[in-house]
């Protein structure tokens, strides 16, 4: 992956188109802000990071959960071939859907519902990104993760949480690795810190 390629892209995208509310004016900060039911927008130095830690390329097909803003999600389309994205909420999903098509990206799938346990119906997926935090990684993300894949996703509790860097192998032997401590919303369904 062209890391200088994706931090110009960071650097020109207008944070700002994808916030509407009141914190709309604290877009260029590097802080996650709200973004209405109970969500939030990453910082952008996070959003790079994870990106980075994908090692994406334009044969990769991608599964995200959380769609969210679609900030994270312009990113994940402008360097790979598809982009399954999965919401929960309709209202965040409809608008990250009418952001990104207006900027010009066919190349994303919009799926709303819960993403806990993925999507068997496009599986497998070469990379897999986690925007909300878990208490454990889901078994079922890590089968529908292709060989030779990489999931990035936070683990921990409602205080703090991991970054895991999950790769697999081309014979699907799994390794996990610590990257930074952070701070995410809490996953659904059943891998939820609070199930």
């Known amino acids: 992956m062209n890391h200088q390629a994706l931090i110009d892209f960071v650097q020109k995208l207008d944070r700002s188109k994808f916030i509407d509310n009141e ?9 996650p802000l709200p973004i209405g039911y ?11 990071k994870m990106t980075m830690l994908l090692n994406l390329n334009k044969n990769c097909k991608v599964l995200e959960i959380g769609t969210g803003s679609g900030y994270q999600t312009a990113l994940l389309a ?7 994205t999965i919401e929960l909420i309709p ?9 990104l098509e207006k900027m010009g990206f066919k190349n994303i799938t919009y799926l709303i519902g819960d993403g806990s346990i993925g999507n068997i ?7 897999i990104i986690v925007t909300a935090a878990a208490k454990e990684i889901p078994n079922e993300l890590l089968e ?8 990035i996703i936070p ?6 949480q991991t970054l895991k860097l999950v790769k697999k192998d081309k014979d ?16 659904k369904g059943r891998y939820g810190w609070n199930k």
């Open 121 to 127: 119906e496009y599986a497998p997926y070469d990379r």
């Open 155 to 160: 683990i921990g509790n409602s205080e703090l």
């Open 38 to 48: 109970g969500q939030t927008i990453s910082q952008p130095s996070l959003v790079l």
């Open 23 to 31: 914190f709309k004016t604290y877009a260029y900060v590097d802080s």
């Open 172 to 187: 699907g032997k799994i390794n996990i690795e610590d990257i930074i401590d952070v701070r995410f919303v809490e996953f």
């Open 78 to 84: 402008k360097f790979s071939k598809h982009v399954y």
């Open 91 to 99: 209202e965040l999903s409809n608008k990250a859907k009418e952001r």
């Open 144 to 151: 529908q993760l292709n060989n030779d894949g990489i999931m």
